[in-house]
């Protein structure tokens, strides 16, 4: 480039833990963190907290650093809130313990992490309204859930703690006859 013929403007965009609804089946740090929360795999839950925020906002931001002349130049952070894991695991309780699901809420002894980040830039200048946690959560797990990507512990083909198959004996009938039990 030479000198003073082009120019560029740089924004950027640093989000927290990111979650929201996956388009695609393969694992992502929040995903298996809830996975492991909803289905009991992941306990006791830390004693941490993130700055986290859903995708669409995150795709939001992308959107409006491109398009919000103000934004040139700047830095943003981008967070919903910062979350104590024991806030995510008792979010997901509250909506799937009761339909069953072995959700874990124990928390676990140790630090008290608790990063603060300011996301008020993000808001004054790209005006973004986040989503809050429970919709991004639950937006999470279903989408995961529709996509495949979770399932019950003990639904058919999903893999228990001990290693085994769930539900293999009735896939295979009573007993693993092949009989199919009544």
């Known amino acids: 480039i030479e000198e003073g013929s082009h120019k560029f403007e740089l924004v950027t965009v640093n989000p927290g833990l990111i979650t929201g609804p996956p388009i695609k089946k393969e694992a992502y740090t929040s995903g298996d963190?809830?996975?492991?929360?909803?289905?009991?795999?992941?306990?006791?839950?830390?004693?941490?907290s993130y700055p986290m925020v859903d995708v669409r906002d995150v795709a939001e931001a992308h959107v409006r650093a491109l398009t919000v002349k103000e934004a040139a130049g700047r830095r943003f952070i981008l967070n919903s809130g910062d979350h104590w894991m024991s806030e995510l695991a008792s979010t997901?309780?509250?909506?799937?313990?009761?339909?069953?699901w072995?959700?874990?809420?124990?928390?676990?002894?140790?630090?008290?992490?608790?990063?603060?980040?300011?996301?008020?830039a993000s808001k004054d200048v790209l005006g973004i309204n986040y989503i809050d946690l429970k919709t991004s959560v639950i937006d999470t797990i279903e989408a995961m859930l529709k996509i495949g990507s979770l399932a019950m512990p003990g639904a058919a083909g999903e893999?228990?703690?001990d290693g085994s198959a769930g539900g293999e004996a009735e896939a295979q009938g009573e007993a693993g006859t092949g009989e199919q039990a009544d």
Do not use: H, R, W
């Open 159 to 161: 893999a228990q703690p």
């Open 102 to 120: 072995p959700v874990t809420t124990e928390v676990g002894e140790g630090g008290d992490f608790a990063p603060i980040l300011d996301n008020t």
């Open 92 to 100: 997901i309780a509250d909506e799937y313990a009761p339909k069953g």
């Open 33 to 48: 963190m809830m996975k492991g929360i909803i289905t009991g795999a992941f306990s006791p839950v830390p004693k941490v």
